[in-house]
Nanobody, 127 residues
């Protein structure tokens, strides 16, 4: 079975940093595009960042550009999201998702383009 497991969430003060990790279990994440999404209470799920299978191509939402960075380590089967200068509006449940397999430069930004999802990790930023 293919599973994605997120970790690294927690409570942090405004201006602080967190590093989220998405670990693939039961399959090689190498050939998949991976995205991070988030959902705050009462709001729709929104795109945060995506990375193609090789890591050569990334795309970040405008709301996090310059503060968040997506990266991957295919040897470790992980995709990370480094989050700096956190704001209260970044508070949400963060999910990673996989799309593929493919060998393209795809960085999908729509949740319906993804094939499987993790359970999420909570990030809470206190002001």
């Amino acid at each position: 079975q293919m599973h994605l497991v997120e970790s690294g969430g927690g409570l942090v003060q405004s201006g602080g940093s967190l590093r989220l990790s998405c670990l693939a279990s039961g399959f090689d994440l190498d050939y998949y595009s991976v995205g991070w999404f988030r959902q705050a209470p009462g709001k729709e799920r929104e795109f945060v960042a995506a990375i193609n299978w090789s890591g050569r191509n990334t795309y970040h939402a405008e709301s996090v550009k310059g503060r968040f960075t997506i990266s991957r380590d295919n040897a470790k089967n992980t995709v990370d999201l480094e989050m700096n200068s956190l704001k209260s509006e970044d508070t949400a449940l963060y999910y990673c998702a996989g799309e593929g397999p493919n060998y393209s430069d795809r960085c999908p930004i729509n949740d319906y383009e993804y094939d499987f999802w993790g359970q999420g990790t909570q990030v809470t930023v206190s002001s």
